[in-house]
């Protein structure tokens, strides 16, 4: 029986104990890391254990700003007293929201949606992409992207290493070939590697420039990209 690790974002202590009692009996095989009652330990939990299912009060650790250190493949179950952050937790790619106080039929239907999302996101890790561009052929990993942008019929592909490829590839092709890397499709325009991203440095509310680790020139983004970045939780308060 393979071991899945989840934390629990909740200062509830009567609530936390309440769902590791029903886990213990729908799912033995999640691990439950909890008692993450600040952002810092939040923080530091997600980054040591990488969690594949993660149980978030959002009004507990600044709520959503957590997502942004959590695997792309993780997946988000709230856990609250309200509907308020319904649609929210929706946008941010929630599998499930459970209102309080928690019963066995529907938190064993969010596992099943958890189920159902890890099963989606299996990949090959030998997976290469290949691409024929104006230059010749070109074979790499997905993670060595840091962005796609289209631009005059065209595709450009630029890779963390600075290399960039024009190729006849749609958007559309793109999407489908990179479904279950993490990647994230900001509008029309661009597709991102949300790890690669560095910054985002907003001028108006129309328009922001994004930055890459990479230090690839920044693109200027409009009010849906930003949009979405703050959708995805990252750089919700991006000045």
Same mark, same amino acid.
């Given at each position: 029986?393979?071991?899945?690790?989840?934390?629990?974002?909740?200062?509830?202590? /009567?609530?936390?104990?309440? =769902?590791?009692?029903? *886990?213990? !009996?729908? +799912?033995?095989? %999640?691990?439950?890391?909890?008692?993450?009652?600040?952002?810092?330990?939040?923080?530091?939990?997600?980054?040591?254990?990488?969690?594949?299912?993660?149980?978030?009060?959002?009004?507990? /650790?600044?709520?959503?700003? =957590?997502?942004?250190? *959590?695997? !792309?493949? +993780?997946?988000? %179950?709230?856990?609250?007293?309200?509907?308020?952050?319904?649609?929210?937790?929706?946008?941010?790619?929630?599998?499930?929201?459970?209102?309080?106080?928690?019963?066995?039929?529907?938190?064993?239907?969010?596992?099943?949606?958890?189920a159902a999302r890890k099963?989606? +996101?299996?990949?090959?890790?030998?997976?290469?992409?290949?691409?024929?561009?104006?230059?010749?052929?070109?074979?790499?990993?997905?993670?060595?992207?840091?962005?796609?942008?289209?631009?005059?019929?065209?595709?450009?592909?630029?890779?963390?290493?600075?290399?960039?490829?024009?190729?006849?590839?749609?958007?559309?092709?793109?999407?489908?070939?990179?479904?279950?890397?993490?990647?994230?499709?900001?509008?029309?325009?661009?597709?991102?590697?949300?790890?690669?991203?560095?910054?985002?440095?907003?001028?108006?509310?129309?328009?922001?420039?994004?930055?890459?680790?990479?230090?690839?020139e920044c693109l200027k983004?409009?009010?849906?990209?930003?949009?979405?970045?703050?959708?995805?939780?990252?750089?919700?308060?991006?000045?």
């Open positions: 029986m393979n071991t899945e690790h989840a934390i629990v974002v909740d200062s509830d202590c /009567a609530g936390v104990e309440h =769902l590791r009692h029903l *886990l213990s !009996s729908l +799912s033995p095989a %999640i691990t439950i890391h909890a008692g993450c009652l600040t952002f810092e330990e939040a923080k530091s939990m997600c980054l040591k254990f990488q969690p594949q299912l993660v149980f978030l009060n959002p009004h507990a /650790a600044h709520g959503f700003d =957590l997502l942004t250190f *959590l695997p !792309s493949t +993780s997946s988000l %179950i709230c856990v609250t007293e309200d509907d308020r952050f319904a649609l929210r937790a929706f946008d941010a790619g929630a599998v499930d929201y459970l209102l309080k106080p928690l019963h066995p039929e529907r938190l064993s239907l969010a596992l099943s949606r958890h099963a989606l +996101s299996r990949v090959d890790p030998d997976f290469r992409v290949s691409v024929k561009s104006t230059t010749g052929s070109h074979i790499f990993t997905p993670s060595r992207i840091s962005h796609i942008l289209a631009q005059d019929h065209q595709t450009h592909v630029f890779l963390v290493e600075g290399t960039k490829i024009t190729c006849h590839r749609s958007m559309q092709e793109w999407t489908r070939a990179l479904a279950g890397h993490g990647f994230q499709r900001l509008d029309r325009t661009l597709i991102v590697n949300p790890s690669q991203i560095d910054r985002m440095d907003r001028h108006s509310r129309n328009e922001a420039m994004l930055s890459f680790s990479n230090g690839a983004i409009g009010r849906v990209a930003m949009q979405r970045l703050r959708e995805l939780s990252l750089f919700s308060h991006a000045a």
